[in-house]
Structures are given as C-alpha cells and as structure tokens.
C-alpha cells in the first residue's frame, strides 16, 4: 500500500503565484517524521523540511511553508510568489520507525517567467 | 546538512560488465547509508540498507548478489552492479544518516550516479 500519496502529477504556474503541494500518508505509528525534498534538474535531492508527529505547529522558511494536520494525515507545502528557480519535482516522504524514507510519487512544479 | 559525493556522476558500460558506484561523507562519520534507484520520471526506490560493518539489508525484490554493498568505513559506501544489464541502466543514489547526532531520521543525499548499460 502507498504511504505517501502526491496527488499532483504536475502543477504549472506563472512567476509570482502561490502553489501548493499537497502530501497525504498513512500510518499506524504514533513516531514518525515528516519531510519534503526538492528535486531541481540537476538530479540531487535537496533537504527542505523535517517534521516529527508531535510537532504539529506549522512551520514558514522564507517563501516557503508547510502545514502539517494529524487529523487529516495531511503535510502540504505553499510556495509563496514562485520563481523560476523553484521549477524541480518535489518529494514528500515518511520515515517510520525504522527510519526508512518511503517517497510519495513527487510533483512537478514548472514556473514559467 | 550533511555534505555527500558519488562517484561517477555518471557512467556508460557494455553489457556484462561490473560498475562500481562510491558514496561518500565528507563532513562527519556515517554509520548508516541508503542506496535508492530512480527511474525516469518516477520516485526514488530504496535498494538496500548500509551499515558500516555489517552486511546490508536490502529490500524486498532487491537480488543482494547482483548489487553488492560494502560499507568498509564511516564515511564510505559502496554499490558494484555485477554484470550489468540495460534494464540496471538507472539514476543511483545515495545518502546518509549520523545516528550519534540524533538527527538519524534526516536523510541527505548525494548528487546521483546515471548508469547507462549498453
């Protein structure tokens, strides 16, 4: 079964609107850590976020943000005023107790100037 | 984060033939490393898991004898794709965890070995 489902395949914006990323996951754990990579054209995974289980306090980066909901299983990301640069496919994962990362489908984000 | 290379970044052989990919932590000392596999436009796929000193765990599906790891140090980690076929041709990549820092559960990556098999 998927843990983590990306339903956005694909998303495309023009420069300067917000985009949101949504993540739903299951699990039976009550630990578990949160997290979203991005994935420019160059291949490497970028480290974004972490988020434990039982920190459900939303969390701002600059232009980025995440809100994270237990009770709907739900940590989304917004880009805020996207930019060019911020076109990559972007990952959400679970780790559970053993730590294993399992990846969502991921989503493409294409900004276009 | 954490700071981590591979070796190549990508790399082209004939069919038969044995590739070895290097992971390496260049910042601070790795116990445990990951090996995933990304197909095109698809998602990362864990291989295995590495722990310096101990044989790998790998994932279900995952032929332990074709993809061989060998975790000799802590900042070093090994993937050797033993008579590789075109099917192995695929983005490996990998990345590490410091469980002595308490942020075992964050995952950083390396930049990713492209293998083409002819």
């Known amino acids: 079964a998927q843990k983590v489902t990306q339903a956005q395949t694909e998303i495309s914006v023009v420069e300067k609107e917000d985009v949101t990323l949504d993540c739903v996951y299951e699990?039976?754990?009550?630990?578990?850590?949160l997290f979203w990579y991005k994935q420019p054209p160059s291949g490497e995974l970028v480290f974004l976020i972490r988020?434990?289980?039982?920190?459900?306090q939303n969390e701002i980066s600059g232009r980025y943000s995440w809100n994270f909901q237990k009770s709907t299983s739900s940590f989304n990301f917004t880009i805020t005023a996207s930019q060019v640069v911020d076109s990559a496919v972007y990952f959400c994962?679970?780790?559970?107790?053993?730590?294993?990362?399992?990846f969502g489908a991921g989503t493409t984000v294409t900004v276009r100037a | 984060g954490a700071v981590v290379s591979q070796h190549p970044s990508w790399v082209i052989c004939k069919s038969g033939t044995s590739v070895k990919i290097e992971c390496r932590s260049l910042?601070?000392?790795?116990?445990?490393m990951f090996w995933y596999r990304q197909f095109p436009k698809q998602s990362l796929m864990l291989m295995a898991t590495?722990?310096?000193?101990?044989?790998?765990?790998?994932e279900q599906g995952v032929e332990k004898d074709k993809f061989l790891i060998n975790h000799a140090s802590l900042t070093l980690s090994t993937l050797t794709v033993t008579s590789a076929h075109p099917e192995d041709s695929s983005f490996y990549i990998c990345?590490?965890?410091?469980?002595?820092?308490?942020?075992?559960?964050?995952?950083?990556f390396g930049p990713g070995t492209r293998l083409t098999v002819l």
């Open positions: 590495s722990n310096e000193g101990s044989k790998a765990t790998y």
């Open positions: 994962a679970l780790s559970e107790n053993d730590y294993k990362l399992s």
């Open positions: 988020r434990n289980s039982f920190d459900e």
């Open positions: 990345s590490v965890t410091d469980s002595g820092t308490g942020y075992s559960d964050t995952q950083y």
């Open positions: 699990t039976r754990d009550t630990t578990y850590y």
């Open positions: 910042d601070f000392q790795a116990t445990t």
